[in-house]
């Protein structure tokens, strides 16, 4: 089965051609970054805009690069939530009218269980996904989670953060440095010639048996930092980079662990924006095999928002007989499947 994958939930525009839920045929995204960064975040109705203009171009060139026509796209999956409203709605506009022209089968998709389905497409050579159940590490721009992944389209969640998301707190810190937007990349890349000692930022680990997540504390931490020294100059922007970078990173990977003993779950995916940060990979790695479970990871440009992982969920909803109508509507709030 051929699925037309159309994915606009926040800032990038983004369509894919997958087959049976793991084969790549086609996989693009046009980033809107320069657009919203002036702003040192997305501002929803210029997003919205940009998704019209730049839908059918993207849509057209997934298209070229599988090499297909609509007539040989079987099934459409489109992003219905959370996300954007506004943004959400243009990507939903098309996947419907497509739907009603051609008589396509549609399904909505949940942005949350994209990511989670990510680390199934073939990357290069077909490899064996996770196991079910297995423990997921959701982190983005606007979740942070772990979570129990039952099989797909069956997700339980087993704790959150009760405040910022990861991915809102390396934005919101590379914003105090006057990095731009979004900031987690750019943290990243200087972190790896900083010292991840020089600043102890606190590990937030609110009551340790249970799974849940705070970042604001360390938000506030670094403010206080640099009311207290100033802005870091040179070096010293690598090493406050470094050091919060690992505040963050030490507490989702010691999460992780609690929760991979709670669970005895084997088998490890890390998913969402974040997860294509080079730190937390490599430690989560390394937690992993000390923990002896197998950890997935998708390369880190399917960590980000894209549409083939978009259009992977989509299929395994389709092969149980799911259909969505026309009344098919965004939902911004939109919780995991269980
Ligand atoms: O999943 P995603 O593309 O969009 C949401 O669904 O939110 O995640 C975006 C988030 C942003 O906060 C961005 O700063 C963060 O992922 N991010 C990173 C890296 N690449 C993207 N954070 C840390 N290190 C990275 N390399
Ligand atoms: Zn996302």
């Not at 997958?18 to 086609?26: Q, S």
């Not at 969505?324 to 965004?330: F, I, M, T, V």
């Amino acid at each position: 089965m051929r699925v037309l994958g159309i994915e606009t939930s926040c800032d990038e525009t983004a369509a894919a051609v997958v087959e049976d839920g793991h084969r790549l045929r086609a996989d693009v995204v046009a980033s809107q970054i320069a657009i919203h960064g002036p702003y040192g975040g997305v501002v929803p109705e210029i997003a919205s805009r940009h998704h019209v203009t730049n839908l059918i171009p993207v849509l057209d060139q997934a298209l070229r690069d599988a090499g297909v026509s609509l007539d040989d796209v079987d099934a459409l999956a489109v992003t219905r939530g959370p996300g954007l409203v506004g943004a959400l709605l243009c990507g939903l506009q098309l996947g419907k009218a497509l739907a009603f022209a051609r008589g396509l089968p549609l399904v909505g998709v949940n942005h949350l269980e994209a990511h989670l389905t990510a680390v199934f497409l073939d990357e290069g050579e077909a490899r064996p996904g996770p196991d079910f159940p297995h423990l997921a590490l959701l982190v983005s721009g606007g979740h942070t989670a772990l979570i129990r992944a039952e099989d797909f389209g069956r997700y339980r969640l087993l704790g959150a953060t009760r405040d910022d998301a990861a991915g809102e707190c390396f934005d919101k810190v590379a914003k105090m440095l006057g990095l731009g937007y979004p900031g987690g990349i750019v943290i990243d890349r200087l972190a790896r010639e900083g010292n991840p000692q020089a600043v102890r930022f606190p590990r937030a680990l609110p009551r340790r048996a249970d799974l849940d997540f705070s970042f604001s504390g360390l938000k506030t931490a670094v403010l206080n930092h640099l009311q207290r020294h100033g802005q870091p100059q040179g070096q010293g922007v690598a090493d406050l980079c470094a050091s919060v970078q690992q505040a963050v990173v030490d507490v989702l990977v010691r999460k992780t662990r609690v929760a991979l003993r709670q669970t005895g779950l084997r088998h490890l995916v890390l998913a969402g924006g974040v997860a294509a940060n080079s730190r937390l990979r490599a430690d989560l790695q390394a937690a992993a095999t000390d923990e002896g479970v197998t950890l997935h990871v998708p390369p880190p440009r399917r960590c980000t928002d894209n549409a083939a992982m978009v259009a992977a969920a989509g299929y395994h909803h389709l092969q149980r007989g799911e259909r969505a109508g026309l009344d098919l509507n965004a939902v911004a709030n939109l919780p995991l499947p269980t």
